[in-house]
């Protein structure tokens, strides 16, 4: 059987350290202070730190276990959970983008976003419109067609979450003149 050799966490190593976990965590989903170890070739010691630093800043919870003799099972809060669709994770990145400038326009977003999603010009733009119809935004700079595009200011920050527009299932009653909300059920469009 081979044995692997735990790597020495110093205060040096600390966040680089932090950072690969945190990556395991995203990965994991589910997830002790065993498991975190073991793929980063830590201590247990080491490992129970950083998952409990993330447990008391609210980015991890208890999921199941800790009682007697079971194991305590980590997985991430949902502000913190990464979303799995690919639209979800362009809002996030554009969201994250603008929560941490002062004014941007949407090549400033898109420039901000993993290159692995490749947002485009079009996508930030659209985003920024939402948001605007939704006076999350405000226009600080107006643009100019062809020669500047408008530049933004967040006004309505509410939290690390993106808000996303959400297409509803409605019917329309000619006889009262009015929609009803139809739950458990979206549009065609999303």
């Known amino acids: 059987m081979l044995m692997h050799t735990h790597q020495t966490t110093t205060a040096k190593r600390r966040a680089a350290v932090e950072a690969k976990a945190w990556e395991i965590a995203l990965r994991m989903e589910v997830f002790g202070y065993a498991e975190i170890a073991a793929e980063l070739l830590i201590g247990m010691e080491p ?106 200011r967040l006004v309505k920050n509410t939290g690390p979450r993106a808000p996303r527009e959400k297409r509803v299932a409605a019917v329309w009653d000619p006889n009262d003149s009015a929609y009803s909300y139809v739950p458990g059920m979206t549009g065609a469009g999303k």
């Open 47 to 152: 490992a129970t730190d950083i998952v409990r630093g993330w447990e008391a800043a609210g980015r991890v919870r208890v999921q199941r276990g800790g009682n007697g003799n079971s194991r305590k099972m980590f997985e991430l809060t949902p502000a913190y959970r990464e979303p799995k669709d690919r639209g979800s994770q362009v809002s996030q990145q554009l969201w994250t983008a603008m929560r941490g400038l002062k004014s941007f326009t949407p090549v400033d977003l898109a420039s901000h976003c993993r290159a692995d999603l490749r947002v485009d010009l079009r996508e930030a733009s659209a985003y920024c419109q939402t948001l605007l119809r939704a006076k999350y935004l405000r226009v600080s700079r107006t643009a100019v067609p062809g020669k500047r595009e408008a530049t933004y």
